[in-house]
Structures are given as structure tokens and as C-alpha cells.
């Protein structure tokens, strides 16, 4: 079984959408009992929040199923649990490998460096932009899938 953990500064926006939708899309591949997925944040400032209004409206747009939960942060420990850490933009990136120490197994990757953008996810929490969220997750997740499936 693979474990993916996306994560991003707050884990109330980017990092659960791109769970959900990464649930979604495995369930319709049937790959949901091969692949195991989980999102955190890098700090502490949305710790025991649920996911934001704006990540719900859009995974209601887009019939995601989704599940009410809380914040958490991103641990060392968590580089033992999981195969690959998932960052949505190059500051999540750096607080990953500041959390870990370091990544000597090569398991920090940036969301959107597996498609041909090669850029940061869209961050919602600034521009109020969710569906430019959207896409770029979705995007990203499908680039995952074939990295993964090719790996």
C-alpha cells in the first residue's frame, strides 16, 4: 500500500481538497484500497479547524465527497509513515525538509512539478480563487496517479 500526505501552510484549503479529490479520482479507478491518502499543514495557525468554506463550496461543485475533519500539523514522524509528501507550493516545500531535517529518501515532491506547469498550486487563502485551485489540483493529482503507477 502507498501512502501519499499532501500538504500546505494551513491544511484548511489547498492540501484537504487535494486529499479529496485524490480519494475521489482513486475510487473511480478502483486504486482506493491501494493507495492510501492523508493531508497536514506546515505550522500550527489552523490546528483543529475544518476544511474552509471555500473548499467545500468547490468539492460540492464538483460532487467530491468529503468528510468533516481537523487541522494537523506535519510531524517528523510522519517521514517514516508515508512514501511520498506532496507540497503545494515551494515554501511547503522548505518547511518539510526544515520538519524532517532532511530527505534522504526523496519523498518531497511539489504537487504541480509532476505536469508540465512546473509552478506552486494557486492558493485560494490569498486570492479568494478556488476553482483556479481546483484545477490546478486536479491537474496534479492526475499527473500523481501515474507517477505513482509508473514508479
Known amino acids: 500500500m502507498i501512502k501519499i500526505m499532501f500538504v500546505c501552510h494551513g491544511n484548511i484549503c489547498r492540501s484537504p481538497m487535494a486529499e479529496?479529490?485524490?480519494?475521489?479520482?482513486?475510487?473511480?479507478?478502483?486504486?482506493?484500497?491501494?493507495?492510501?491518502?492523508?493531508?497536514?499543514?506546515?505550522?500550527?495557525?489552523?490546528?483543529?479547524?475544518d476544511i474552509h468554506y471555500g473548499t467545500r463550496r468547490?468539492?460540492?461543485?464538483?460532487?467530491?465527497?468529503?468528510?468533516?475533519?481537523?487541522?494537523?500539523?506535519?510531524?517528523?514522524?510522519?517521514?517514516?509513515?508515508?512514501?511520498?509528501f506532496i507540497g503545494m507550493d515551494s515554501a511547503n516545500i522548505r518547511n518539510?525538509?526544515?520538519?524532517?531535517g532532511s530527505d534522504?529518501?526523496?519523498?518531497?515532491?511539489?504537487?504541480?512539478?509532476?505536469?508540465?506547469?512546473?509552478?506552486?498550486v494557486a492558493d485560494p487563502w490569498y486570492t479568494g480563487n478556488f476553482e483556479a485551485t481546483?484545477?490546478?489540483?486536479?491537474?496534479g493529482c492526475e499527473s500523481l496517479i501515474n507517477y505513482v503507477i509508473n514508479k
Do not use: C, H
Not at 40 to 45: G, H, L, Q
Not at 96 to 100: L, S, V
Not at 104 to 119: F, H, Q, V
Open 134 to 139: 481546483y484545477r490546478d489540483v486536479t491537474d
Open 58 to 84: 468547490i468539492l460540492d461543485k464538483y460532487s467530491i465527497t468529503y468528510t468533516r475533519r481537523e487541522a494537523v500539523q506535519l510531524t517528523r514522524s510522519d517521514y517514516k509513515k508515508y512514501d511520498l
Open 20 to 49: 479529496f479529490v485524490l480519494r475521489d479520482m482513486l475510487k473511480k479507478r478502483g486504486l482506493d484500497g491501494k493507495i492510501t491518502v492523508a493531508s497536514s499543514a506546515t505550522s500550527t495557525e489552523e490546528i483543529g479547524n
Open 96 to 100: 518539510m525538509q526544515r520538519i524532517f
Open 104 to 120: 534522504p529518501e526523496e519523498k518531497i515532491i511539489r504537487l504541480l512539478d509532476l505536469t508540465d506547469a512546473k509552478r506552486d
